[in-house]
């Protein structure tokens, strides 16, 4: 990281020395010098400004919250706290009888409501929609949707099968999109707004990571989209892009236990490329990069920003939770993409695959004198010529007349 910090001020200090040449000849580069640096500085103000500027909220009354993915995690989170402000909460769970979905009963008012939702399935989709839609009192509306639900997978791309893929982008990329068709409706009345939980991992890939990030990237895209087409109906579009925080997706055991199975389901011409060594310290990069996730108690940080999201007055339209995380963020997308890969490779397991092992171990070569097959005296002269003799077994007969040093062989 101190080395990206390096390049961007070399950077900055060339670029700035450029402009300061250049423009001794000419006042419109000097402007235009002085207008890209104070854009810099103000884009930085400004985002700073937002961070401490105390955050304002509207009411709460009349309106109410569809939120997917509340067995666990932010959602859960999210509901509890909607709750507390007074909005009329739907909570979308998986398991609406599950642990839970009983606990968020126990700690939340009556207003909450559990809503059974399954984000990968039409028919469930339509049928929590029915249910929020019958729920709401005349003079109440629906605000916001907050598309919440999200799994992850942790492992190598050849490792993963294709119908992990297509699992991981089910839930994240696709279950947003059918949940956000299907509330349209109520949305367009409220004139509300829809949240989409997304990641860094939706601006960066991370090796390892690759079928989240992907699933992420899409949702990223399609915020983008929605925002811009949803402005004629007076509807707004937030993404939330969280790091790693320790909550029931970023676990160990699930993890190990899922890459165990992509592992068993690998061919065994993958197997052996890559070799079990290299498995083994794979997972031990999991395990590493998992204990580097932040702890529970700072999840309120990515809650803040969800809430402000629902009930800001003056919302975001991207919100990183954390300065720390927006600051490196900003420093990742100014390195080129050569740094960039370093740095995200220096983190990837030490061990070399197997393969790569084998070919670095250089084969034992014969002594061509012990065994060469002579297809023609040619052959075998020119071989003797390109040969080094073996000195040990030279006999050396000087000549009576010349003195002369032969070697026979």
């Known amino acids: 990281m101190k080395q990206a910090w390096y390049y961007l001020a070399g950077t900055w200090a060339v670029a700035w020395a450029c402009l300061v040449v250049v423009s001794q000849r000419s006042w419109a580069v000097s402007w235009l010098a002085l207008g890209l640096v104070a854009a810099h500085i103000a884009d930085w103000l400004m985002k700073g400004a937002q961070n401490a500027m105390k955050r304002t909220t509207m009411s709460s009354q009349g309106k109410a919250v569809f939120i997917t993915g509340c067995d666990t995690g932010f959602g859960r989170e999210l509901a509890v706290r909607l709750d507390q402000m007074g909005f009329k909460v739907f909570a979308g769970c998986l398991m609406p009888e599950g642990e839970g979905a009983r606990s ?20 469930s989709v339509r049928s929590a929609y029915k249910n929020v ?23 190598e791309i050849e490792w993963c099968p294709v119908a992990e893929y297509r699992r991981v982008y089910e839930v994240n990329s696709l279950g947003p999109i059918r949940v956000t068709k299907t509330f349209l409706p109520l949305l367009r009345r409220s004139q509300g707004r829809i949240v989409l939980v997304a990641s860094l991992a939706g601006r960066y890939t991370y090796p390892g990571f690759t ?24 509807i ?42 290299y498995m083994r310290d794979f997972k031990t990069t999991i395990s590493k990069h998992l204990k580097r996730a932040k702890p529970t108690e700072k999840v309120k940080e ?15 339209i991207r919100y990183v ?32 695959p197997a393969l790569v092992t084998a070919k670095r171990k250089k084969p034992v070569l014969e002594d061509p004198r012990e065994k060469v097959t002579m297809r023609s005296p040619g052959s075998a002269r020119l071989i003797r010529g390109f040969s080094m003799p073996n000195w040990s077994k030279t006999e050396m007969t000087p000549s009576p007349k010349t003195e002369e040093i032969k070697f026979k062989f």
Not at 134 to 150: F, I
Not at 303 to 309: C, E, G, K, P
């Open 236 to 277: 707004t579009v937030h993404t939330v892009e969280p790091s790693l925080y320790r909550t029931p997706i970023s676990q160990e055991a699930p993890m190990h236990r899922a890459l165990d199975r992509f592992w068993q389901e690998c061919s065994e011409d993958v197997k052996m490329c890559y070799g079990d060594d």
């Open 321 to 352: 939770p954390s300065v720390v995380t927006q600051i490196r963020a900003k420093l990742l997308s100014s390195l080129p993409d050569a740094m960039r890969d370093q740095f995200f490779l220096s983190s990837q397991p030490q061990t070399p």
């Open 133 to 155: 839609m019958d729920d709401l009192a005349e003079d109440e509306c629906l605000w916001a949707v907050v598309n919440n639900a999200g799994i992850a997978a942790y492992t």
């Open 211 to 234: 079928a989240y990030s992907m699933s992420k990237h899409a949702t990223v895209s399609f915020a983008d989209g929605l925002r811009l087409e949803m402005q004629k109906w007076g």
């Open 302 to 316: 990515v809650i803040d920003d969800m809430v402000d999201a629902v009930a800001g007055q003056d919302p975001k």
């Open 104 to 123: 968020l009963l126990k700690e939340a008012s009556s207003r909450l409501k559990v809503v059974s939702v399954d984000v990968t399935q039409d028919d």
